[in-house]
């Protein structure tokens, strides 16, 4: 399959246009022009690797990352005893009942250019960079640590978001100054490590490790940072059982992450990333589904 999106099966939503289609989501705006202040974003249940759109998708997987992003957002607005982060929700507006519960209706936000990265843990590419150079996206780590390792501290890596079709890319807080403003660049960096710490800190009580996450801002009307797009869910977040990365005895059994990661190690192993990549067998389809439902439930329960 190519590495365009399809066409969504909910193209044709009464009162809402559809604008746009992602590898995962789906954007619509409303019909009537009068009310440009508000976007619908569909979460589908597709699912992606190395840059290709898979089949088949993953049943219930975007309700599941709807309904993980929705609590989240009712945490972070202060249902959690902490202080209220301003989100793109509209209050009290329901999406299509064709799309009900993997859609939200959310304001219009002039998004900012910066993909906000927290990295509580040493994995991944920035593990791959440490070895070769003892830094994580140019910042330098002390010497020792592993695969899995839990940082000195949470760092905040921004990314620059690439225009539609090329990749992000990371960059230091000092060229996000140049891209934002000093002052913008400050809160941004801010608000993720708060976010961070607070999610983290929700995460440990129920057994898990947010090892690194993402998020987005923008602006609104009265020039406040919002946060928007999905939040804390498997698809911008890497969780991990903390029982097994503590007591594992292999970085697979340490750091078996609550995403789609069973398809990705299956795709590795049975393409060599030319031509259409194979369909994924149903039995990989079903872990990666209860792997998804099973963070949704651990951290709502």
Known sequence: ??????????????????????????????????????????????????????????????????????????????????????????????????????????????????????????????????????????IPLPAGLADGDRLPEPLYTPAYKAPLGEHDENITFEQSVELVGEDRAAELRNASLAIYARAAATAEAAGLILADTKF?????????????????????????????????????ERMASFDKQIVRNWLAAHWDKTGTPPELPAEIVERTAARYRELLDRLTA
């Open 1 to 138: 399959m190519s590495t365009d999106a399809p066409a969504p099966a909910s193209a044709d939503l009464p009162g809402w246009r559809h604008v746009y289609s992602g590898k995962v989501r789906d954007l619509y705006v409303p019909a009537d022009a009068a009310d440009a202040d508000r976007m619908l974003v569909v979460a589908s249940d597709r699912v992606s690797a190395f840059d290709h759109v898979l089949s088949p998708g993953i049943p219930g997987k975007g309700e599941l990352l709807t309904r993980l992003s929705m609590w989240w957002f009712d945490r972070l607005a202060g249902a959690d005893g902490g202080p209220r982060i301003p989100n793109h929700l509209v209050d009290g507006a329901e999406p299509p009942a064709a799309v009900a519960g993997r859609a939200m209706v959310v304001r219009s936000l002039d998004m900012l250019p910066i993909e906000c990265v927290v990295r509580g843990y040493l994995t991944g590419s920035g593990y791959q960079e440490y070895v070769a150079s003892g830094t994580v996206c140019g």
């Open 216 to 252: 987005e801002f923008g602006i609104d009307a009265e020039g406040t940072l919002t946060l928007a797009d999905e939040v804390l869910t498997s698809d911008s977040s890497r969780y991990w059982d903390a029982a097994a990365w503590r007591d594992g005895s292999t970085p697979a």
